[in-house]
């Protein structure tokens, strides 16, 4: 079955900036999402395709893929950024879906 | 506004069966796909299965393909998850989820979850 892999952990400083990566072999053709899930909370979409950014979502959160990797990135990352991080897209055939393994942001 | 409200779970044995319901409001429930999603304590997001807004398809994860089925009420505007043959790799918070409308497939609403615990 399809996977998606993260690391399992990153760690900043305040006001650096974080990078999260996510791989996958249908990634160059498949659309990346990224959700962010604080603990004891449903988890909240902050990119979906690969870049774009909803309503709300502040702007030091951006996306970005190249081949086989998408990466979420936090410019500035603030302590209130601190939590779980998935990547979330579908298999090639566009018909199972699978998040990645998750990541977990600390900001210290 | 859209809500999503989970409910059914509950403590059950291996080997057992549960069904698990999720009431959709604040949207047209039939022009959208649904899912569940799961997450065992401490774990990561794991995709269990999407259901057509029409109900024409459904897919599953290979984890539980052969013992779930998901099911949707068009009329009565809630989706369900039949569990059969649980197992203790089961146990998890069980999220129902929205897909956007918009034609990209990444889910836009959650509910709060219903925990599933299987335990002898």
């Known amino acids: 079955s399809y996977e998606l892999t993260q690391p399992p952990s990153v760690s900043v400083s305040p006001g650096q900036t974080a990078r999260i990566t996510c791989s996958g072999d249908a990634l160059p053709k498949k659309y990346a999402y990224w959700y962010q899930q604080k603990s004891g909370q449903a988890p909240v979409l902050v990119i979906y395709e690969d870049s774009k950014r909803p309503s709300g979502i502040p702007e030091r959160l951006s996306g970005s893929s190249s081949g086989t990797m998408a990466t979420l990135s936090i410019s500035g990352a603030q302590v209130e950024d601190e939590a779980d991080y998935y990547c979330y897209s579908t298999d090639s055939s566009g018909n199972h879906r699978v998040f990645g393994g998750g990541t977990k942001l600390t900001v210290l | ?120």
């Open chain 2, 1 to 120: 506004q859209v809500q999503l409200v989970e409910s059914g779970g509950g403590v059950v044995q291996p080997g057992r069966s549960l069904r698990l319901s999720c009431a959709a409001s604040g949207f047209t429930f039939s022009n959208n796909g649904m899912h569940w999603v799961r997450q065992a304590p401490g774990k990561g997001l794991e995709w269990v299965t999407v259901i057509w807004y029409d109900g024409s398809k459904r897919y599953y994860a290979d984890s539980v393909k052969g013992r779930f089925t998901i099911s949707r009420d068009n009329s009565k505007n809630t989706l369900f998850l039949q569990m059969n043959s649980l197992r203790a790799e089961d146990t998890a918070v069980y999220y129902c989820a929205r897909e956007s409308d918009s034609g990209s497939p990444y889910l836009d609403y959650w509910g709060q979850g219903t925990l599933v615990t299987v335990s002898s």
